[in-house]
C-alpha cells in the first residue's frame, strides 16, 4: 500500500513537474515568437528605408552627372572665349599698328 501511494505520489508529482514545464516553454516560445515578429518588422521597416536613401543617392548621383556636364561645356566655353579674346587682341594690336603707320603717313604727306 506505502508502494503504491507513493508511486502515485510522484506520478502525480512527475505530471505537476511537466505540466509546469510544458507551461514555462509554452510562454518561453510565444515570446520568441512576439521578439522575431518585432525583429522582423524591423528589418522590413530598414529596408525600406534602405532603398528610400538609395533612390535619393541615384537621383543625387545623377545630379553630380549633370552638374558635372555643365561645369564641363563652361569649361570649354571659357578656353573657346579666352582664345577667341587672344585673337581679337593680336588682331587688335594688328589694327593699331596700321593706324599708326598710316597716321604717320598723313603727317609726312602733310
Same mark, same amino acid.
Given at each position: 500500500?506505502?508502494?503504491?501511494?507513493?508511486?502515485? =505520489? !510522484?506520478?502525480?508529482?512527475?505530471?505537476?513537474?511537466?505540466?509546469?514545464?510544458?507551461?514555462?516553454?509554452? =510562454?518561453?516560445?510565444?515570446?520568441?515568437?512576439?521578439?522575431? $515578429?518585432?525583429?522582423?518588422?524591423?528589418?522590413?521597416?530598414? /529596408?525600406?528605408?534602405?532603398?528610400?536613401?538609395?533612390? $535619393? !543617392?541615384?537621383?543625387?548621383?545623377?545630379?553630380?552627372?549633370?552638374? =558635372?556636364?555643365?561645369?564641363?561645356?563652361?569649361?570649354?566655353?571659357? /578656353? =573657346?572665349?579666352?582664345?577667341?579674346?587672344?585673337?581679337?587682341?593680336?588682331?587688335?594690336?594688328?589694327?593699331? $599698328?596700321?593706324?599708326?603707320?598710316?597716321?604717320?603717313?598723313?603727317?609726312?604727306?602733310?
Amino acid at each position: 500500500m506505502f508502494a503504491d501511494w507513493f508511486l502515485y =505520489t !510522484l506520478f502525480v508529482f512527475v505530471i505537476l513537474y511537466l505540466l509546469i514545464m510544458l507551461n514555462y516553454y509554452k =510562454t518561453l516560445y510565444k515570446r520568441e515568437l512576439s521578439l522575431n $515578429q518585432i525583429k522582423k518588422s524591423n528589418i522590413d521597416e530598414s /529596408k525600406l528605408i534602405i532603398r528610400k536613401y538609395r533612390l $535619393q !543617392l541615384q537621383r543625387a548621383i545623377g545630379n553630380i552627372d549633370i552638374l =558635372t556636364e555643365e561645369l564641363e561645356k563652361a569649361k570649354n566655353n571659357i /578656353k =573657346t572665349l579666352r582664345a577667341r579674346s587672344s585673337q581679337q587682341k593680336l588682331e587688335n594690336d594688328q589694327l593699331q $599698328q596700321k593706324i599708326k603707320e598710316l597716321e604717320e603717313r598723313i603727317e609726312a604727306l602733310i
